[in-house]
């Protein structure tokens, strides 16, 4: 097996951090207890404010990453990397809000959003065929796309 080059190992690592840090932020919520929480009439408005953000920020996620514009001249690696971590962006944020209500409000359906957000991020795992997914059109052999100029 071919050693990975150097923006698929990075993106690895990022995204082996973004998995860590919101399950760390999840243990912290989950320990602070006897905080002040918020008045039981705003926990219905954080839940659908959580539902709405997941959905949306999911959908840019898995749906609008692919589709970041890439210069012709732009290395296929850096681009797929910069895809990765823009739905990885919008994964985590999604994943966030969830346990800040929940900490806010002590609803436990918000520990459930936050369960499918970090699904998605998870699922968003740099492999192979993600990977490829996320390179620019015209760049499977390696070399960026060339356009050419009209004039």
Do not use: N
């Not at 207890?33 to 840019?60: E, K, Q, T, Y």
């Not at 409000?105 to 998605?120: E, S």
Request: charged content about 15%; proline content about 7%; hydrophobic content about 65%.
């Amino acid at each position: 097996m071919a050693p990975l080059p150097y923006a698929r190992r990075a993106a690895l690592v990022v995204w082996s951090a973004l998995i860590v840090l919101p399950l760390a932020f999840l243990v912290v919520v989950l320990a602070v207890g006897g905080v002040d929480r918020a008045s039981p009439a705003v926990a219905p408005l954080f839940f659908w404010i959580a539902i709405g953000a997941s959905v949306l920020d999911l959908a840019l996620a898995w749906l609008l990453a692919p589709r970041v514009g890439a210069k012709a001249s732009s290395d296929p690696e850096a681009v797929a990397f910069t895809r990765l971590l823009f739905a990885w962006a919008l994964a985590e944020a999604a994943a966030i809000f969830p346990l800040v209500a929940y900490l806010l409000t002590d609803d436990a359906r918000l520990i459930g959003i936050f369960g499918v957000d970090l699904l998605a991020l998870v699922l968003l795992f740099p492999s192979d065929q993600r990977w490829e997914s996320m390179r620019p059109a015209g760049a499977e052999d390696g070399r960026p796309a060339v356009r050419r100029m009209v004039r």
